[in-house]
T-cell receptor, first 112, second 111 residues
Framework: QKEVEQNSGPLSVPEGAIASLNCTYSDRGSQSFFWYRQYSGKSPELIMFIYSNGDKEDGRFTAQLNKASQYVSLLIRDSQPSDSATYLCAVNIGTGFQKLVFGTGTRLLVSP | NAGVMQNPRHLVRRRGQEARLRCSPMKGHSHVYWYRQLPEEGLKFMVYLQKENIIDESGMPKERFSAEFPKEGPSILRIQQVVRGDSAAYFC?????????FGPGTRLTVT
């Protein structure tokens, strides 16, 4: 079982729709969770992080965490073509300044 | 406030040569991480350093790879005697708290 799993996609949504990206992780001791966006040929860009169960909203983005189910998701409201990218879920293994374990990413395509 | 800086952005080496990749963390950040991304694969952790200390090198190949973060100057990832399989994008990230911010990466091509 992979430590962090994501559906590779592509996930196709029309412009203006809600895109829902999902991620599961295997280590119950994981404390912090991150979503990065990566455009083709570019470096990962931090979108959001979440530490506590529940929802965390930032603009058009909402991160959702359910530690009991070992599940974290990212919702993108009012999707735009510029949101088309690969979204990487990352989990901090450990309780300190530790390495991030990344999923392989979900490719999102937003059509005009 | 400058972000994480990496150089060179592109590096071409022949098999058997050495590659040196440099990373300057964001101002105020004392934690540096190196990751490797192979074509069509995810990001893989290599090493975590603080000034003058290697904290976690569990992702580093046992041979040919080394990393340092000296008291003065950038962090260096060194790959000796490169092979074709070393061709990848190498990303550096820095942090002061839990959030890691990535540099633009160095794309290494081994011919």
């Amino acid at each position: 079982q992979k430590e962090v799993e994501q559906n590779s996609g592509p996930l196709s949504v029309p412009e203006g729709a809600i895109a829902s990206l999902n991620c599961t992780y295997s280590d119950r001791g994981s404390q912090s969770f991150f979503w990065y966006r990566q455009y083709s040929g570019k470096s990962p860009e931090l979108i959001m992080f979440i530490y506590s169960n529940g929802d965390k909203e930032d603009g058009r983005f909402t991160a959702q965490l359910n530690k009991a189910s070992q599940y974290v998701s990212l919702l993108i409201r009012d999707s735009q073509p510029s949101d088309s990218a690969t979204y990487l879920c990352a989990v901090n293994i450990g309780t300190g300044f530790q390495k991030l374990v990344f999923g392989t990413g979900t490719r999102l395509l937003v059509s005009p | 406030n400058a972000g994480v800086m990496q150089n060179p952005r592109h590096l071409v080496r022949r098999r058997g040569q050495e590659a040196r990749l440099r990373c300057s963390p964001m101002k105020g950040h004392s934690h540096v991480y190196w990751y490797r991304q192979l074509p069509e694969e995810g990001l893989k952790f290599m090493v975590y350093l603080q000034k003058e200390n290697i904290i976690d090198e569990s992702g580093m190949p046992k041979e040919r790879f080394s990393a340092e973060f000296p008291k003065e100057g950038p962090s260096i990832l060194r790959i000796q005697q490169v092979v074709r399989g070393d061709s990848a994008a190498y990303f550096c990230a820095s942090s002061e708290n839990y959030e890691q911010y990535f540099g633009p990466g160095t794309r290494l091509t081994v011919t």
